[in-house]
């Protein structure tokens, strides 16, 4: 069974940088996809970026493009995600997820090819 769990949130002022961790275990993480995604107060949870297998492929959301960027370290079994000019439409819960099989399927947005999720970490972002 995958297990992930993040960490990294915190309250920061608007412009302010944070860097999010999600270490995964119970499969070999060099063959997982992974993905980030949020959920604000209120709203539906929304895509935010992903990084395939090999890191080679990186892809981000409108909304947080040259703002944000993933990466990853096979090597201690972890994806990051690293948040810089935050602003307050950025607060969220932040979750990191893995598709069951080693790619996203249909796409890498959608959140209903990801089946194993972490259980979130609040980012504050104050204005």
């Known amino acids: 069974q995958v297990q992930l769990v993040e960490s990294g949130g915190g309250l920061v002022q608007a412009g302010g940088s944070l860097r999010l961790s999600c270490v995964a275990s119970?499969?070999?993480?060099?063959?997982?996809?992974m993905g980030w995604f949020r959920q604000a107060p209120g709203k539906e949870r929304e895509f935010v970026a992903a990084i395939n297998w090999s890191g080679f492929a990186t892809y981000t959301a409108d909304s947080v493009k040259g703002r944000f960027t993933i990466s990853r370290d096979n090597a201690k079994n972890t994806v990051y995600l690293q948040m810089n000019s935050l602003k307050h439409e950025d607060t969220a819960v932040y979750y990191c997820?893995?598709?069951?099989?080693?790619?996203?399927?249909?796409?890498?947005?959608?959140?209903?090819?990801?089946?194993?999720w972490g259980q979130g970490t609040q980012v504050t972002v104050s204005s």
């Open positions: 997820a893995a598709p069951r099989s080693m790619g996203w399927g249909t796409s890498y947005s959608s959140e209903n090819n990801y089946a194993y």
């Open positions: 119970g499969r070999t993480f060099s063959t997982m996809s």
